[in-house]
Each structure stands twice: as structure tokens, then as C-alpha cells.
């Protein structure tokens, strides 16, 4: 049974960082591409993030330079650093697994940006 459980959602102000991680079971978690994807109310569901089994990254325009996406296989963890959040940040943040066919996704983990 394949799982993504995402941890690490919350309520920070603007200015400060997040570390969501989302822990992998039930698939060969190192030979998945892995992303990090996010929701607002009212909004599609956008990529935010993904990174390749070989390492290779890559953002969206609006967190480069803020958000930083890494994995450790030997966890099986998928991780997104978060820091200078901003207001429009605010979504449920999804963790995906991805190779060949198949295509899996988290609950989601809630992040807040609010004064």
C-alpha cells in the first residue's frame, strides 16, 4: 500500500519559514521524481516544485530563491525549505510521487502566511 504522509504544515508571519517533509512508503521511493504541489481556495492545484531521482530541480517563477526542494532516499523523505513566506503562500501544500504511468499523491499538509 503506497502512502505520502506530509508533516510539517503551520501558521507562520511573513518573513519566516517552514520545513513541510512528506515520508514515503509502499514504493521504491529512489527511482520516483518527486514534487511538492499547492492549493489555495478558489485556485488550481499548482506545481511548486520537483525534483528527479538523479537530484535535478526545479521552481516555479514566484519561490525561486525562497523555497528549496531536496530528498533524502536513505528516508525516503521528501522536504520543502520554505523561508521568507509570504501571504500568497498560503495553501494546502500536496507531496507527489511520479515514474513512468504511475502517480501518487499525500493528504496535504495546510501552510498559513498571516500577521
Known amino acids: 500500500q503506497v502512502q505520502l504522509v506530509e508533516s510539517g504544515g503551520g501558521l507562520v508571519q511573513p518573513g519566516g519559514s517552514l520545513r513541510p517533509s512528506c515520508a514515503a512508503s509502499g514504493i521504491a521511493f529512489s527511482i520516483y521524481g518527486m514534487g511538492w504541489y499547492r492549493q489555495a481556495p478558489g485556485n488550481q492545484r499548482e506545481l511548486v516544485a520537483n525534483i528527479t531521482r538523479s537530484g535535478s530541480t526545479n521552481y516555479i517563477d514566484n519561490v525561486k530563491g525562497r523555497f528549496t526542494i531536496s530528498r533524502d532516499n536513505a528516508k525516503n523523505t521528501l522536504y520543502l525549505q520554505m523561508n521568507s513566506l509570504k501571504p500568497e503562500d498560503t495553501a494546502v501544500y500536496y507531496c507527489?510521487?511520479?515514474?513512468?504511468?504511475?502517480?501518487?499523491w499525500g493528504q496535504g499538509t495546510q501552510v498559513t502566511v498571516s500577521a
Open positions: 507527489n510521487a511520479y515514474w513512468l504511468h504511475l502517480n501518487y
